[in-house]
């Protein structure tokens, strides 16, 4: 039999993973094939980390605290909230973010004018987008008609912008301002949109929430700004106004929880989903240590006896405190998921830390003056206990991602400590991840070109948002040095590629005709990127391989040994492999395949040895071989078949040299002298062996084939 | 402070006009507006920094870039950062110039307090020259000088009378709510410009009576 080699590069056709197709590669909606000029751009892997600089922006702005939106499969839009000193007002940013090529493109951004101007500090921060598409809508110059429509009593704002033709947003070419909303089926745009006939429209309703703290307590509390829009986001800014009386423009609002605002401690804000377009509710949890408790508000409540801006028609209740025994961060702390595992299974809550602990509280028990609103709490717990990684009493936020269902738990990265990844339980098991480490690699755009982008701790602060499967890692830094957003495909990690999200790299299948043995995987891959001195080693992958199952994805799957070995399979006519990758480790940095080959022994003479007509006779009916490479070890078993080289029928002789029927015979002098067959490797290059059956018709041409057993 | 002025137009926002009475504010100090298409709602507030030179406060995380950023565009700026800048600037120039002395910090400190009174505007004086410049406007536009053609040089110093009606004077006059739209037809779209030489002009004005 002879060496052959299957390869397969990745350059070739690819379709999701949904739309399965076993000749072409597949990739979850986290792996990415690459293309570009040379060779090394050519690879296929998890998508490569993303950048953004806000404080090397246009206008620099220290930002944090990242809320990212989905508009489609390919772009995000991600607002931070500004996190310089405090200030009378604040400034949130917006980038756009398109995932197949991991940029974070800086669109602009916005200042909000409180309606106290004394400092603020965002403690907490949240972006509300809903479409409304209900009814029909026509247009004549800037006079919008609608029919079925119920514009005004859904609390739509001024400054948002629509769009006719469609319900889908993303079908919307041309959007309009909306420069007043006059009554339920009525409203005025900014600018001319010329004729439209009635039909599909959607009004895009863009609103944040945000929780301060205020250098004056009483300042402080929960603004809500009305009326965005995208192209608010300038790169030059826009100022919203502080609002005075009126509900539904552009201005920011004060949903104060009582005249003189109790709600002076704020550690974060949480969403929850729109009920209805007058109610969805966001949670702010209030108060550090014994007076922790949980204010409630409604950011769709119509607003009324709003004065200077100030209204308490948005609050809706306090819980009573609860100490939670250890110090509450005050680092838009508090997101709302529901796990689908521990004990919160299957029931929305609140999940928040203190230093050491991270807290869930069921929403159906956040009730007015509830003094036991919190369900339970989960202790810090190093994966590998504290003897390997020792406490870092500095967890500093939360976020839920539902699509690996776990919980991104981040510290403050003081002194390097790291963050963790982990299922929510409270049976004081070890958290399942670890991730990030203090290399004290500088990220800022002046960094040399050599140096790779990752997220090093840096000392620092992070905070995260998880949208589909890709984590949005801010480090909180107030400098140039220490202020990025991150893009990591957190999803995408190898202990959760294989769910129903499906993050896995799987080759088109790789035809093996006449395979007698299959030997090794050889995979090419990126070792390390950067230079020699600044470079950095990527992750790892795992390999596997399947024979079976292969056309309709029914097949499972084997794990390979990083030898590649496979010489142990049956082989089969096809075999398909896929990989995994690790994403949450220490450098963060996704592998990259290039290709991979397949390296296997098909039915044609075995690539040991050489058919040798001068050891061979006719006369005698005996067929010799030169061992022509040595295998390294004992010579597996192995086998002769002979065949009518005429007709191709047979074997005509079927023997091994384990059990033979015939005669194996070898020489280590070139043919000089023959002895019993044995399996010592090959020991020069004059060792021959040769076969005699035990019977042989006469007159006939024979094609003898050598191969392993 | 702010010196700000009722019915006054808004920086970047030219149909928001001032609703707050006149008056000097901090420059944080919160200032209503209205639309002039709905003069009588009041829409919002604005903090008193951004009527008189729009977002580019909020534009610099450094107090002293935008002292600089703010005096570049008026020198007699009484915005704290401004303030300081200037204050500092001077101390400087006495330190490297070696006539810095030890009452060289008050008497700083004295003429900038003095900057700041020469800044404020008697109202009435104001609106009378305010109402003055609305006669000349209504001049034929032809002899209306486009602010783009003003030189620097020709910012008048303080005290110095201007002779020249200024078209964006109009922009910012201290007129009764009622009048406005006659001020509206009479500013003719290209004689809006940017708001930082509509807030240079605010400023020779303000020298002007002082």
């Given at each position: 039999m002879a060496k052959r080699a299957a390869e397969h590069f990745f350059t070739g056709d690819t379709v999701p993973y949904s739309s399965y197709d076993a000749t072409k590669t597949m990739l979850g909606d986290l792996i990415k094939q690459y293309t570009g000029a040379t060779s090394v751009d050519k690879f296929a892997g998890p998508m490569k980390i993303g950048i953004g600089r806000p404080m090397e922006a246009g206008v620099p702005i220290a930002s944090a605290y990242p809320h990212v939106l989905k508009l489609s499969d390919d772009k995000y839009w991600i607002f931070l909230s500004e996190n310089s000193t405090a200030a009378a007002t604040r400034r949130i940013v917006m980038y756009e973010y398109v995932v197949s090529s991991s940029a974070f493109e800086w669109n602009g951004f916005i200042t909000l004018t409180f309606p106290t101007a004394t400092a603020h500090t965002i403690r907490g921060f949240r972006v509300a987008r809903e479409l409304y598409t209900t009814g029909t809508a026509s247009v004549n110059g800037t006079t919008v008609t609608g029919v079925g429509t119920a514009w005004a009593d859904s609390g739509l704002s001024v400054g948002c912008r629509i769009g006719f033709g469609s319900t889908d947003a993303a079908q919307i070419s041309t959007w309009y301002e909306i420069s007043s909303i006059n009554s339920n089926t009525g409203i005025t745009l900014t600018t001319d949109a010329g004729i439209i006939a009635s039909g599909d429209y959607v009004i895009e309703d863009l609103s944040i929430a945000v929780s301060t703290t205020n250098a004056t307590l009483t300042n402080g509390g929960v603004f809500l700004v009305k009326g965005?829009?995208?192209?608010?986001?300038?790169p030059g800014g826009t100022t919203i106004p502080a609002a005075t009386t009126i509900d539904n423009i552009r201005a920011v609002y004060w949903l104060a929880d009582a005249g003189t605002v109790t709600n002076t401690i704020s550690c974060g804000l949480a969403i929850d989903e729109k009920d209805s377009w007058t109610q969805q509710y966001i949670y702010v949890i209030d108060g550090t240590t014994t007076t922790c408790r949980v204010y409630k508000y409604n950011i769709r409540a119509p607003l009324t006896s709003i004065a200077s801006g100030k209204t308490t028609s948005g609050f809706v209740l306090v819980t009573g405190a609860q100490n939670p025994a250890t110090v509450v961060t005050q680092i838009n702390n508090g997101r709302i998921g529901t796990l689908?595992?521990?004990?919160?299974?299957?029931v929305k809550c609140l999940y928040f830390v203190t230093v050491s602990r991270v807290f869930r509280a069921e929403l159906?028990?956040?009730?007015?003056?509830?003094?036991?609103?919190q369900s339970d709490s989960m202790t810090e717990n190093p994966p590998g206990g504290s003897t390997t990684y020792a406490l870092t009493n500095a967890l500093s936020s939360v976020e839920v991602s539902d699509t690996i269902d776990r919980l991104i738990v981040m510290s403050s990265g003081a002194a390097g400590v790291r963050s963790y990844v982990t299922r929510y339980q409270t049976s004081g098991e070890q958290f399942d991840h670890i991730f990030l480490a203090e290399d004290k690699q500088l990220d800022q755009n002046t960094a040399d070109s050599d140096a790779v982008v990752h997220p090093s701790i840096n000392a620092s602060v992070f905070s995260a948002w998880v949208e589909n499967g890709i984590g949005f890692l801010c480090r909180n830094g107030t400098a140039a040095t220490l202020n990025q957003i991150y893009s990591l495909p957190i999803g995408a990690h190898w202990a959760y590629a294989s769910g129903t999200f499906n993050q896995q790299l799987i080759t088109p299948k790789m035809l093996t005709p006449n395979a007698i043995s299959y030997s090794k995987l050889y995979v090419d891959s990126e070792r390390m990127l950067g230079n020699g001195t600044l470079g950095m080693s990527l992750e790892p992958f795992r390999m596997y391989y399947r024979l079976n199952g292969i056309d309709d994805n029914t097949g499972s799957w084997v794990i390979i040994e990083d030898s590649g070995d496979l010489a142990y399979l049956v082989p089969s006519t096809e075999i398909q492999f896929m990989f995994e990758f690790r994403i949450l480790g220490t450098t963060c940095i996704p592998a990259r395949i290039y290709s991979l080959s397949l390296v296997y022994e098909d039915n044609t003479t075995d690539s040991h040895y050489q058919p040798s007509v001068a050891q061979s006779s006719t006369v005698g009916k005996t067929f010799a071989w030169r061992f022509s490479t040595a295998f390294g070890g004992t010579v597996p078993e192995l086998r002769v078949r002979l065949y009518d080289?005429?007709?191709?029928?047979?074997?005509?002789v079927d023997d091994t040299t384990v059990s033979p029927a015939g005669v194996w015979e070898k020489s280590t002098d070139d043919g000089a002298t023959w002895g019993a067959y044995n399996s010592n490797d090959k020991a020069n290059d004059i060792t021959y062996i040769r076969y005699t059956p035990l019977a042989l018709a006469d007159d006939i041409k024979v094609r003898a084939l050598l191969t392993q057993n | 402070m702010i010196h700000i002025i009722k019915d006054q137009i808004i920086a970047e926002n030219e149909n928001l006009r001032v609703a707050t009475a006149t008056g000097d504010y901090e420059d944080t100090a919160l200032i209503e507006f209205y639309d002039i298409k709905n003069p009588d709602f009041i829409a919002g507030a604005f903090q008193a920094q951004f009527i008189i030179y729009g977002g580019l406060v909020y534009l610099y995380n450094d107090h002293i870039e935008l002292g600089n950023t703010i005096l570049e565009i008026d020198p007699n700026s009484t915005h704290t950062s401004a303030s300081y800048v200037r204050m500092n600037n001077e101390l400087l120039a006495k330190m490297n110039n070696g006539t810095l002395e030890p009452e060289s910090l008050n008497q700083t400190l004295n003429a900038e307090k003095e900057n700041m009174e020469n800044q404020m505007v008697d109202t009435e004086k104001f609106i009378e020259e305010k109402e003055r410049s609305i006669e000349e406007i209504e001049k034929p536009i032809e002899e209306n000088v486009p602010?783009?053609?003003?030189?620097?040089?020709?910012?008048?110093?303080?005290?110095e009378t201007i002779v020249e009606p200024i078209p964006e004077e109009v922009i910012e006059q201290e007129v009764l709510p009622e009048n406005i739209p006659a001020i509206e037809d009479v500013v003719a779209p290209e004689v809006i410009t940017t708001e930082e030489p509509v807030s240079m002009i605010k400023r020779k004005v303000k020298r002007k009576i002082g």
């Open positions: 965005l829009q995208p192209l608010a986001f300038a689908n595992h521990g004990p919160g299974v299957g159906v028990n956040i009730t007015s003056g509830n003094t036991t609103w080289a005429v007709t191709g029928s047979g074997p005509l | 602010v783009e053609n003003m030189p620097e040089e020709n910012v008048p110093v303080e005290n």
